[in-house]
């Protein structure tokens, strides 16, 4: 859509250029819903090829295995609050896997391109950039699955019987809710990376929302483990529904009618962030335009 | 010798003159480790809201522990990572040789190409997690203890620096390194928590192969008094090992270099 000319409003047939400017709209749909499964095969292909690295990446996704080793150490002598031994174990590989599934780096690709100016090359092509964006980094999902795969089955290993929740719908709806986790994700990632197109340090104030995530997402430490008023305070924040909800959700920490009311507060922020990516992306795309001309 | 002491004091002033230029990233990157330091602090909290006593560490031992922790963070983002990212750049562009050309040793100009002289503020902030821990503690640390605690903190930073000079090497092989600095990254945290915690296959990996055990419960056992004699033997002579070991990889590298423009 920012390829596409903004509506020509010729001053003399208003009701034909809006015509024409709608047209060119639901053509430009067509045409990104044409790319993606291309857009798709080429971000595979390219994760595939950089194998090695994309190994590395998530081999430094090990905190919940550090702090799973830290808790069964401090659960060893009798559980803590509703954790015990085997609620940590389900609650950190289950955090795993959700971590490893929903993972996304758009903004170190957003930052740069901006700041390098190749940014360009990418609005020649007659697809949204955020688009383009989420492809490449959804395309790399079978790969994280194959990786996550050795988790998954330890989890299921270790404690599939007891800690996995029974309740057929929501084992159905995990994936909806890994899938909101990653939308989640990615588009807060895309607001603070496009904020590279006014300020030098997006990346700086990407850290600190990742600070905030290892704590009020359940990351670091599960939730119910924090004094109440910061549980209360996450379940306003977006954090929570990008691990902790998910997490609790897969290993039966919640009654089917909290986790569905919790699905929809889930999309609800991801409905918001998709608004707010697309503004932001709008303005920020006249600053880069000024940039370059 | 004197030679090399001046030569750091020269890259030392660059780096700092080139940081003055920035000053805005100056505040911001400031206000961030102090966001970090505390924010470092949070599992720890809720881990001892909930005990008294992890594996034989109290909540103020524990806290020591994190004090060296900070320290040696500042140490790695302050003066090793900022030198990573340069070399990795040289090598990736080919401009190493100029580098190479140079009348010094290689291995010293790439190490201290860049400061981030800001990272003060992590040592600092670790001084004042000590000075809490040990106020708590309601003690002060005997002379002789500091003394080996420092002995070991210029073991733990000789160490971690090995590891990077390792990592640096891997760069000649495999270029893109940031990945597994990335990953080093990810891995050192683990550091925040007394070794004694992990069990089994991690203890393995954080004592010896990753020797995090080093950097940071080590000297903290040393400043509380708890060290064994032994082991603070067995830390000063592993770092040694360790340390030449990386010297050994990094000169084998370096012959193998090859200009990226030839």
């Known amino acids: 859509m920012v390829a596409v000319p903004g509506p020509a409003s010729g001053p003399l047939m208003p009701q034909a250029a809006a015509a024409a400017a709608e047209m060119r709209y639901s053509w430009a749909v067509l045409r990104t819903l044409r790319a993606v499964p291309t857009l798709l095969r080429v971000g595979l292909a390219d994760a595939v090829a950089y194998r090695a690295e994309f190994l590395v990446w998530l081999l430094s996704t090990n905190m919940p295995l550090v702090m799973l080793a830290l808790w069964s150490a401090v659960a060893r002598d009798g559980p803590v609050g509703r954790f015990g031994q085997e609620e940590f174990v389900a609650y950190y590989l289950a955090a795993l896997v959700v971590r490893l599934l929903t993972g996304a780096w758009v903004i170190w690709e957003l930052n740069f391109e901006i700041r390098q100016g190749t940014l360009s090359f990418r609005l020649l092509r007659p697809v949204h950039p955020l688009v383009a964006y989420a492809a490449e980094n959804v395309a790399a999902v079978p790969l994280r699955l194959v990786l996550s795969l050795p988790v998954t089955l330890l989890l299921l290993w270790l404690v599939g019987g007891t800690r996995i929740t029974h309740d057929p719908l929501l084992l159905a709806l995990f994936p909806v809710a890994v899938a909101g986790a990653w939308l989640i994700t990615f588009l807060a990632m895309s607001i603070v990376g496009a904020l590279a197109f006014w300020i030098e340090s997006a990346t700086s104030l990407f850290e600190i929302w990742m600070g905030l995530f290892g704590v009020f997402s359940g990351y670091l430490v599960p939730l119910s483990l924090f004094p109440e008023w910061v549980a209360t305070l996450a379940r306003f924040l977006p954090f929570r529904y990008m691990l902790a909800f998910p997490v609790e959700m897969l290993i039966g920490m919640e009654s089917r009618s909290q986790a569905l009311f919790e699905l929809g507060v889930q999309w609800l922020f991801a409905a918001l962030l998709l608004a707010g990516a697309s503004a932001t992306w709008r303005l920020g795309m006249r600053r880069f335009a000024a940039y370059g001309g | ?262």
């Open chain 2, 1 to 262: 010798m004197g030679r090399y002491l001046r030569l750091l004091g020269v890259q030392f002033r660059a780096s700092a003159a080139v940081a003055m230029q920035y000053r805005v990233d100056f505040l911001v990157e400031g206000a961030l480790a102090l966001f970090w330091m505390g924010w470092s602090l949070v599992p720890l909290l809720v881990v001892y809201d909930h005990r008294s006593e992890v594996a034989g560490w109290s909540f103020e031992e524990a806290l020591v522990v994190i004090g060296w922790f900070t320290l040696m963070k500042g140490f790695l983002e302050g003066a090793v990572n900022p030198s990573l990212t340069t070399v990795v750049e040289h090598i990736r562009k080919g401009t190493l040789d100029f580098v190479l050309l140079k009348p010094a040793d290689a291995q010293f100009l790439v190490s201290t190409a860049k400061f981030e002289p800001w990272r003060v503020i992590d040592v600092l902030g670790a001084l004042a997690i000590f000075a809490v821990a040990f106020h708590r503690l309601g003690r002060v640390p005997a002379p002789g203890h500091v003394a080996v605690a420092l002995a070991l903190l210029l073991c733990a930073t000789w160490t971690l620096y090995s590891v990077w000079i390792l990592v640096i090497s891997a760069a000649f092989y495999v270029v893109k390194v940031d990945n597994l600095s990335f990953l080093f990254s990810s891995i050192f945290d683990a550091a925040r928590w007394p070794v004694s915690v992990f069990r089994g296959v991690w203890r393995l990996l954080f004592t010896v192969v990753v020797p995090l055990a080093l950097m940071t419960t080590y000297p903290a056992l040393a400043l509380l008094g708890r060290l064994e004699p032994r082991t603070a033997l067995l830390a000063v002579l592993g770092s040694a090992s360790f340390a030449a070991f990386a010297r050994l990889v990094w000169l084998r590298s370096i012959a193998r270099y090859t200009s990226a423009s030839s």
